[in-house]
Nanobody
Framework: QVQLVESGGGLVQTGGSLRLSCAAS??????MGWFRQAPGKEREFVAS????????YYADSVKGRFTLSRDNAKNTAYLQMNSLKPEDTAVYFC??????????????WGQGTQVTVSS
């Protein structure tokens, strides 16, 4: 069982930056990902990172602006979000257990953290 806790969300202006953190009870051997869900919309894939090798994958909508990294010693993953846009506004969730873009492939989820980008 993996417990995940996100932090770092908040309110930021367009063009600003935020860094989200996902602290895990253990990330040992788990690949992990970030998803987001805006009001009235389905949860969508943002990024993921492999446990072995650290290969990262990004949704086209965030490629070049978001960077996912992990510190295995701290059991923490970080999502650095730059050049934020109003359309990035959503609740952001971290998840563990896969690298795919399908939320159903991830067995472990955090509670989410709100990111709001004002125009």
């Amino acid at each position: 069982q993996v417990q995940l806790v996100e932090s770092g969300g908040g309110l930021v202006q367009t063009g600003g930056s935020l860094r989200l953190s996902c602290a895990a009870s253990t990330l040992s051997s788990y690949s992990m990902g970030w998803f987001r869900q805006a009001p009235g919309k389905e949860r969508e894939f943002v990024a993921s990172i492999r446990w072995t090798g650290g290969t990262t994958y990004y949704a086209d909508s965030v490629k070049g602006r978001f960077t996912l990294s992990r510190d295995n010693a701290k059991n923490t993953a970080y999502l650095q979000m730059n050049s934020l846009k109003p359309e990035d506004t959503a609740v952001y969730f971290c998840a563990a257990g896969s690298t795919t873009s399908r939320s159903n492939d991830y067995p472990y989820w955090g509670q989410g953290t709100q990111v709001t980008v004002s125009s």
